[in-house]
C-alpha cells in the first residue's frame, strides 16, 4: 500500500468528527494493506510506531529536508526504515541516525512528512482512539466488534489483534485468552456524586469497597515466578518487592489478582499519594525515584485462580474465590450494604480514616476489563477531574523562575486532542513547584518567554467547586476555583477525563 494514501486516510478521519465515518475511512484503508503490513499499518493508524523506541525525539524532527514532490513511499518502505532506524547505536549512532531521518523524510511528501512527524513526536491528532479502530477492525475484516474489543482488551495491543482479524477472522479472535503473566486491561469505574446515585447505577444489593489513596496493581504468579504491572500495564516488578514477597508466599497455584498498594504511617493511615506513587514512577531515561517507602498490598478481584479464567463469572464467584485464596489482612475493606444510608455511613468511615472514598459494585457483573460501566461506580467527597497539562507559565514574585500556572486540558472524545478548561496554580507546594519545572521543561516543545508548551503527557489531579459556561475557552466551559491535588504518574493522558464528561457535570446530567 502507497504511504501516501495511508496520509490520507488519517487526513480524512482527522478532518470528520462523524464515528460512522471515521470507521469506514479506517476499515478501507485495513482492507487495502498488503499481509506482511498489517502490522506496521495498524500501528500507524493507531498514531504510533510498531518499534517503540527509535531514538528519535523532538531534536531529530528540527531541519528535516525540503519534501519529496511526487509519493515513492510505501507502508513497508517506511516500516523497514524505521526498523533500521531503532537497531542504530554506539559510537557514531546520533549521526547515523540524523542521516537515516533525513532520507525517510526527503523521500516523503508534505502529507507523508505530516504523518511521520506525528508518529515519531507521538502526537498524531487524528481523533482515532482505540474504541473506533477495534470497531474499524471488525468490520474490515467482516467479524463481531465485541470478539475484537475483548482479543484487543486481553492481548493489550491492536496491532496483534489486528493482524489476528484480518488474517484469521473470528477463530483467530477466539484464540486470545488470559495468559498469566501478561497483563490485561483492568476494569474502572464511572463516578456518581453521592451513594444514593451510585447505588442507582449497580442496583442493591452492592458491595461497598474501601478506595484505597493508593496505585492500581495486577499481580501475577505462576509457581514461584511474580510480575506487578500497573494501570497502564507497565512492569513494576523489580520496584515493589514486598508485593511480590506477600504474593509469593500464598498457598500453591497460578493467579492473577487486581488490587492497589499503598504507603501507610505507623497508625495505618495512608501517606501522602507522591510517596506511594513515587515507587512506580519512572522518569527520563529509566530511572526509578527511590523514597525507601514501603508499600502494602490489598485486593478487591481475582481475575485467574489455579487454571480457571474467572473474568466471566459473577462478582460474588470472585470475591467469594479471594476470601477463600488470600488471609483477610491481603483484601481491601468491603461491605455489602442494600441502603443508601449505610453505604452513607461506609463512605464516611473510609473518609475519616484518610481514603479516597468508596467504589460501589454490583456483585452480579462480570469482570469487563478495560471498560468503564456502571458496574463499579466510585464516590468522593469533591468535584476531581483527572486532566492533562498543555503548557506551563513561568512564575513571578515568589515563585519567579519556577513554571507554576498550568494549562489545563480535558480530552476530547469526539474529535481527538485536547480541550482547555483554565488555569491554576493553586495547592502547588515549593517541592511540587522545583519537581514540575524540571519535569515540563523536559516535555516542552516551545520555550517562551512566558509560555512553555508541552507536549500532553503529564496527567494532574484536579479539584473544583464547579464547572461554568466560558466564552473564553474553546470548550465553552471553565472550571471554577480549580486546585492541584495530586500529579497522577499511574495513569497516561489516553485515560484522562474527557470534554463530554465536563460538560455532563455542568448541566447536571
Known amino acids: 500500500m502507497r504511504f501516501i ?168 479472535l477466539a484464540a486470545f485468552a488470559l495468559h498469566v503473566g501478561r497483563p490485561l486491561a483492568p476494569m474502572l469505574a464511572q463516578s456518581a456524586p453521592t451513594v444514593e446515585a451510585a447505588l442507582e447505577s449497580t442496583g442493591s444489593p452492592a458491595m461497598v469497597d474501601v478506595k484505597l489513596d493508593g496505585i492500581r496493581i495486577q499481580v501475577h504468579r505462576s509457581g514461584t515466578d511474580v510480575a506487578v504491572f500497573t494501570r497502564s500495564l507497565d512492569d513494576i516488578t523489580a520496584r515493589v518487592p514486598e508485593v511480590v514477597d506477600a504474593v509469593r508466599v500464598l498457598p500453591p497455584g497460578d493467579l492473577v489478582l487486581d488490587g492497589e498498594a499503598i504507603a501507610l504511617d505507623a497508625t495505618g493511615r495512608p501517606r501522602p499519594f507522591q510517596e506511594t506513587s513515587a515507587r512506580a514512577a519512572t522518569r527520563a531515561g529509566g530511572t526509578v525515584s527511590a523514597t525507601g517507602t514501603v508499600l502494602t498490598p490489598y485486593f478487591f478481584d481475582l481475575l485467574h485462580h489455579e487454571g480457571t479464567d474467572l473474568l466471566d463469572a459473577p462478582g460474588t464467584t470472585r470475591w467469594a474465590a479471594l476470601a477463600d485464596t488470600l488471609p483477610p489482612e491481603l483484601i481491601v475493606g468491603r461491605a455489602l450494604t442494600e441502603t443508601p444510608e449505610h453505604g452513607a455511613e461506609l463512605f464516611a468511615t473510609a473518609i475519616r480514616a484518610g481514603q479516597e472514598g468508596v467504589v460501589i459494585k454490583s456483585p452480579d457483573a462480570p469482570y469487563d476489563s478495560g ?122 493522558a489516553a485515560e484522562a477525563d474527557t470534554i463530554t464528561a465536563v460538560r455532563a457535570i455542568h448541566t447536571g446530567a
Do not use: C
Not at 482547555?420 to 516551545?446: I, P
Open 371 to 492: 471498560r468503564r460501566g456502571g458496574a463499579w461506580v466510585k464516590v468522593k467527597p469533591r468535584h476531581t477531574l483527572d486532566l492533562v497539562v498543555l503548557a506551563v507559565e513561568w512564575g513571578s514574585g515568589r515563585r519567579k523562575g519556577w513554571l507554576s500556572n498550568l494549562h489545563l486540558g480535558a480530552r476530547d472524545d469526539v474529535n481527538g486532542g485536547f480541550v482547555m478548561l483554565g488555569k491554576t496554580f493553586k495547592g502547588l507546594t515549593d517541592e511540587l513547584l522545583r519537581w514540575q519545572t524540571e519535569r515540563f521543561l523536559a516535555l516542552a516543545v516551545d520555550r517562551g518567554d512566558w509560555v512553555v508548551t508541552v507536549r500532553p503527557e503529564q496527567v494532574v489531579e484536579i479539584a473544583f467547586d464547579g464547572v461554568q459556561t466560558s466564552s473564553r475557552y474553546p470548550g465553552g466551559v471553565a472550571l471554577r476555583f480549580a486546585r492541584v491535588l495530586r500529579y497522577r504518574d499511574d495513569k497516561p
Open 5 to 172: 494514501d495511508l496520509a490520507a486516510t488519517s487526513s480524512a478521519v482527522a478532518a470528520t468528527s462523524a464515528r460512522k465515518a471515521k470507521i469506514e475511512l479506517l476499515a478501507e484503508a485495513l482492507r487495502r494493506l498488503d499481509p506482511g503490513e498489517v502490522t506496521a499499518g495498524a500501528a500507524y493508524l493507531a498514531g504510533e510506531l510498531r518499534q517503540r523506541q527509535t531514538g528519535v525525539g523532538w531534536a531529530g524532527l528540527r531541519d528535516l529536508p525540503a519534501p519529496a514532490a511526487e509519493p515513492t513511499l510505501t507502508v513497508g518502505a517506511v516500516d523497514a526504515a524505521v526498523t533500521e532506524l531503532s537497531a542504530v547505536s554506539g559510537t557514531g549512532s546520533q549521526a547515523r541516525r540524523r542521516a537515516l531521518v533525513g532520507a525517510l523524510f526527503a523521500a516523503a511528501t508534505a502529507e507523508e512528512q505530516r504523518l511521520l512527524a506525528g508518529l515519531f513526536s507521538g502526537e498524531l491528532r487524528q481523533g482515532a482512539q482505540a474504541g473506533i479502530l477495534a470497531d474499524a477492525i471488525a468490520k474490515a475484516a467482516d467479524v463481531p466488534a465485541p470478539a475484537v474489543r475483548r482479543a484487543l482488551l486481553l492481548s493489550g495491543d491492536l496491532k496483534t489483534v489486528a493482524e489476528a482479524a484480518l488474517h484469521g477472522g473470528a477463530a483467530a
